[in-house]
């Protein structure tokens, strides 16, 4: 059983900041991947930013010089630094981990958290 958490999300003002974490627990034997992705009212599910294990980055375009992307290997959390928001940044931002467990290491599954919701509005 492998749970995924975000926090952090709320109502900011445009050029605004805000920091989200991503906290996993249960049943790991390695973390691989991990990101963050955007959902948009109306719209699909989009990558926002990813890091693998080694802390290799990608970011989408239109947050490019924004947002930064981290993780803790340690603690199993991974975050996410949004500077200079803007009101198309609002969405609900999820948290993807894929994950190996000891009974199947060389197989990784994705999980998701529940979503957290940033809203850029003045």
């Known amino acids: 059983q492998v749970q995924v958490v975000e926090s952090g999300g709320g109502v900011v003002q445009p050029g605004g900041s805000r920091r989200l974490s991503c906290a996993v627990s249960?049943?790991?034997?390695?973390?691989?991947?991990m990101g963050w992705y955007g959902q948009a009212p109306g719209n699909r599910r989009e990558r926002v930013a990813t890091?693998?294990?080694?802390?290799?980055?990608n970011y989408a375009d239109s947050v490019k010089g924004r947002f930064t992307i981290s993780r803790d290997n340690a603690n199993n959390r991974a975050y996410l630094q949004m500077n200079n928001l803007k009101p198309e940044d609002t969405a609900v931002y999820y948290c993807?981990?894929?994950?190996?467990?000891?009974?199947?290491?060389?197989?990784?599954?994705?999980?998701w958290g529940q979503g957290t919701q940033v809203t850029v509005s003045s």
């Open positions: 890091i693998t294990s080694d802390g290799s980055t």
């Open positions: 249960g049943s790991i034997f390695r973390i691989n991947a």
């Open positions: 993807n981990a894929a994950i190996s467990s000891s009974n199947y290491p060389k197989v990784s599954v994705d999980y």
